[in-house]
């Protein structure tokens, strides 16, 4: 798999990314939705220090899961266009070869992340510490896969949509959003509560809770549940492939005219 990751990311420069001054206000505008919160948090006279250290892992969370997302919903693009029959009929696993463009689309993330890292110095002075490095490894770790795993299975959903933007939108803010993208320990605890019953919680939370060092469970717990998510993500993403594959040899087709 590793070697299909370099070329998912190059066919995703070449297929989604061009022109190139459209993705770089794409990620900018994406980024900058951080500056616009900070600044409703300082005109109502909230701390803007504070909000800023729980916020920018959020934003980073949010920046990678969307990159990986619009990726996925892109691929009805290589159904059309004949590329996917290729690789039905290779050797390579079609869930192998997804979630390496998941992944490969991830990297995709990489300028906006720039971008959030300058805006938090400008209103920090430093860049944002790490106040459990060894649980954010695992945290980053288990994130990194889990979403490109749920992003190859919603792969097989847009491919069969004429028009998966909607659908692509509104997954995007979902998961994040129900994965703990706002840290639940910000919340008021009736709220947080709330979030141990999403199992997202425990793929995407991890990051910010160990950048932070604030957590809604205990940490060694929150990472073994991560990686049991994980474990069925995989699963789910090799049968689901699998089927679609079988669909397609059937059909002779993904689902898109």
């Not at 106040?131 to 190859?152: D, E, K, N, R």
């Amino acid at each position: 798999m590793s070697g299909d990751i370099p070329r998912e990311l190059w066919l995703a420069v070449r297929l989604r990314l061009r022109p190139l001054p459209f993705f770089l206000a794409g990620i900018a505008s994406t980024a900058m939705w951080l500056v616009v919160v900070l600044l409703a948090v300082a005109w109502y006279g909230g701390n803007v220090a504070y909000t800023v250290r729980f916020l920018f892992w959020g934003a980073v969370v949010f920046l990678v899961f969307s990159e990986q997302t619009w990726g996925a919903a892109a691929f009805g693009d290589l159904a059309r266009n004949g590329v996917m029959d290729y690789v039905a009929a290779s050797p390579t696993r079609l869930h192998s070869y997804l979630l390496a463009a998941s992944l490969a689309s991830s990297l995709a993330a990489t300028p906006g992340v720039f971008i959030l890292l300058g805006i938090y110095y400008l209103i920090q002075g430093e860049l944002p510490p790490l106040a459990q490095p060894a649980y954010f490894v695992a945290g980053l770790a288990i994130f990194l896969t889990a979403t490109a795993l749920i992003t190859s299975l919603f792969t097989l959903v847009f491919i069969r949509l004429r028009n998966p933007s909607l659908a692509a939108n509104a997954v995007q803010w979902a998961i994040p959003l129900s994965g703990g993208m706002i840290p639940p320990t910000a919340m008021p605890p009736e709220a947080a509560k709330a979030f141990l019953f999403s199992p997202f919680q425990y793929v995407i939370a991890p990051v910010v809770y160990s950048a932070t060092g604030s957590w809604l469970v205990d940490p060694p717990l929150a990472l073994a549940a991560g990686t049991a998510v994980v474990a069925v993500l995989y699963v789910l993403s090799v049968r689901v492939a699998e089927s679609a594959v079988e669909g397609y040899k059937t059909a002779g087709r993904w689902g898109v005219e």
